[in-house]
């Protein structure tokens, strides 16, 4: 654990927040929200304030929850009820470490589009930047970093693509707040993206690990990290909606089905465009990788001292997995699916048991809960587990197929 000093205190609560965020701001990520905000248009700035709302809830109860507790998720789980703490440890890793293949294939993607690498090199190359973060000495302040910056620059480019093109900014706070189509299920793979499997808990765990315990600055890191994703899917849907969209009444543009995200930012903003998506979607797979890593092993960190031990080398390990399943299967997309479903099922899951944790002494001490908090996360669980149901049999019928 790292040595907490009030001179470091705001830098961690910074690194813990943009570690949050730019695991969420992953690859999927991107086409999620390009491909939903070119189905619903404006409509969709209802899904994308439903999925801030939701994720505000999210995170705000797991974050002051495990800082106060000073355990890390799965130890929660586990006194909430024995046993239950494994099971969402090895989901979680296993969620993380599907993802994670997407999360390479992502990255080199994007060096393909900004260099014209061959995929197979710049997943390799994505990968050892990746695992050379993790061979630093200081491996909290260079994820902090890293991270950061890679953060602001993914911000600052889309901000640009955003402005070129100028979407009909009346019309979307017209159908942001009255949408004339809601789709739940677009809402629900939204969440998913933003506050699924392990994404909820790396910002927290990296608190834990600096030594963070106070409630305030787990909020106030928390509110960073919420508003840093908020801001980047605001722009990602505006970028998208000034492509797509025609304030004339004829039909929108129809964005190319392969890689519809770059083809927004070709169309919004030229040559320049596109090379800038292939930079934003590097950062987003790279840290993403990183994110998803960092996280998983820290579920098992406490259940498996060798684990522990060996923490630094396990998440390198993990890396070359997944970088291994994606240079060796050319379309993995049954495991995405799979890893989909889930983290789709985690979140109910997880918040559920760090709710019911802070009812315990043995778990919070004297610390009182947000009631208010308590009430919307406990919805939250019931609203995520109930789609997640509901989404099963689209599961089924795509591996079917």
């Known amino acids: 654990m790292e040595q907490k000093s009030k001179k470091g205190t705001m830098q961690v609560l910074l690194g813990a927040a943009f570690l949050m965020a730019t695991s969420a701001i992953g690859p999927g990520f991107l086409t999620q929200t390009t491909v939903f905000t070119q189905q619903l248009l404006a409509a969709a700035g209802f899904a994308i304030l439903a999925t801030i709302v939701v994720t505000a809830i999210v995170q705000l109860n797991i974050w002051r929850i495990l800082c106060v507790s000073g355990l890390r998720a799965q130890d929660v789980a586990n006194r909430v009820l024995p046993g239950l703490g494994y099971f969402l440890a090895f989901a979680v890793a296993l969620g993380g470490l599907a ?6 294939g992502g990255a ?3 060096l393909n589009t900004v260099l014209g690498l061959p995929l197979h090199y710049g997943a390799v190359i994505s990968a050892a930047i990746a695992i050379f973060i993790y061979l630093n000495k200081d491996l909290g302040k260079a994820m902090d970093y890293f991270t950061q910056f890679l953060g ?4 600052a480019l889309m901000c ?8 009909p900014l009346d019309v979307v706070v017209k159908e ?9 299920m677009v809402i629900l793979t939204l969440i998913g993206g933003t506050v699924g499997g392990y994404i909820s808990f790396s910002g927290a765990h990296r608190l834990l690990d600096a030594g963070i315990r106070d409630v305030k600055d787990a909020t106030r890191a928390a509110v960073n990290g919420i508003l840093v994703t908020s801001v980047m899917r605001v722009l990602l849907f505006l970028a998208v909606l000034g492509v797509v969209y025609v304030v004339a009444g004829e039909d929108a543009v129809a964005l190319d089905k392969n890689n519809p995200a770059a083809d927004a930012f070709f169309r919004g903003a030229g040559e320049i465009g596109r090379r800038m998506f292939g930079v934003v979607l590097w950062a987003a797979g790279v840290t993403s990788v990183i994110g998803a890593s960092y ?8 259940l498996f001292k060798v684990i522990d031990r060996n923490y630094r080398w396990w998440m390198i390990g993990f890396i070359c997995v997944s970088t291994a399943v994606n240079v060796l299967v050319a379309r993995p997309v049954a495991l995405l699916i799979l890893a989909g479903t889930i983290n789709g099922l985690i979140l109910p899951l997880a918040l559920g048991s760090i709710l019911l944790g802070a009812y315990k002494k043995e778990v919070v001490g004297p610390y009182r809960h947000s009631i208010l908090l308590t009430l919307t996360g406990w919805a ?3 609203f995520t587990l109930w789609m997640g149901v509901q989404a099963l049999p689209n599961i089924m019928k795509i591996f079917n197929s």
């Open 160 to 167: 640009y693509v955003a402005v070129k093109a100028a979407p």
């Open 152 to 155: 602001v620059l993914m911000i």
């Open 99 to 104: 993802f994670n293949v997407g999360n390479v």
């Open 108 to 110: 080199a993607l994007g």
């Open 176 to 184: 942001t707040l009255a949408p004339g189509t809601i789709d739940w």
């Open 380 to 382: 939250v669980v019931a």
């Open 295 to 302: 996280t998983s092993v820290s579920f098992l960190r406490t």
